[in-house]
């Protein structure tokens, strides 16, 4: 479904990627694991288009989108959901999720009612600002709200910063649930080891802008080779 090939990217003068390597299948949830600085939203950012690469190509379904916008690339079946979910604060749940229908064209009263079967915490804070959502249920809403576009794939950047355990827990079992039952395509990055080891089926280590080996799943609830892997001590 989603291949990157030499993908280079960075800010300004500044590289960050360096020749990233990614396969990612159709219905496949894949986990990148690194720590602070070494690339893991830059690689987000790259794969929606929100930073343009420097070098290197990027398929999508058979298309080559390596120089599309981010709209384009949704309206292709991409959805992103950023560190810090960036609701609209001042907008009311019910209408961050009208916002997520616009490119289906399909009206609320149609899409939203199984939409919100996946996420039944979010049915009684409907006419709530999200701003004034914890920040759990703000994360819930980013999520559900990416997902009304109904996406074929998927980009998580660290979704469990500054949550509830009891709503990590929750996401996780839904994106679980929604891997499975509509065939959704998953590609997060996280710090989180119980929280990867959950929802991915791979899980890939990013260090100083490169994607490196595989972390076996047994192997990533022991930090000291978890630390191995990425490169830093735990």
């Given at each position: 479904m989603l291949k990157a090939t030499g993908l280079c990217a960075g800010y300004g003068e500044i590289p960050v990627l360096f020749e990233v390597a990614l396969s990612v299948r159709d219905g496949e949830s894949i986990g990148i694991l690194g720590h602070n600085g070494m690339g893991k939203t830059t690689l987000l950012r790259t794969l929606i288009g929100?930073?343009?690469?420097?070098?290197?190509?990027?398929?999508?379904?058979?298309?080559?989108?390596t120089t599309l916008p981010p709209h384009a690339r949704a309206r292709r079946g991409m959805a992103y959901v950023p560190q810090g979910r960036e609701i609209f604060p001042t907008l009311t749940a019910y209408d961050n999720l009208r916002l997520g229908l616009v490119k289906t064209g399909r009206k609320p009263d149609e899409a939203?009612?199984?939409?919100?079967?996946?996420?039944?915490r979010l049915k009684p804070l409907l006419d709530r600002q999200g701003g004034s959502l914890s920040g759990g249920e703000q994360q819930l809403l980013a999520l559900a709200r990416a997902l009304a576009g109904e996406p074929s794939l998927l980009l998580l950047d660290e979704p469990t910063e500054g949550i509830q355990p009891s709503i990590i827990e929750e996401i996780g079992e839904t994106l679980v649930a929604l891997r499975e039952r509509r065939g959704l395509t998953i590609v997060l990055v996280?710090?989180?080891l119980d929280f990867i080891a959950a929802v991915s089926q791979r899980v890939?280590?990013?260090?100083?802008?490169?994607?490196?080996?595989e972390i076996p799943p047994d192997h990533l609830m022991d930090l000291d080779k978890v630390s191995e892997y990425t490169g830093v001590a735990a």
């Open positions: 929100a930073l343009p690469a420097t070098a290197g190509a990027l398929h999508f379904d058979g298309h080559d989108i939203l009612g199984a939409l919100l079967d996946d996420f039944p996280e710090q989180n890939l280590v990013i260090r100083r802008g490169q994607l490196g080996g």
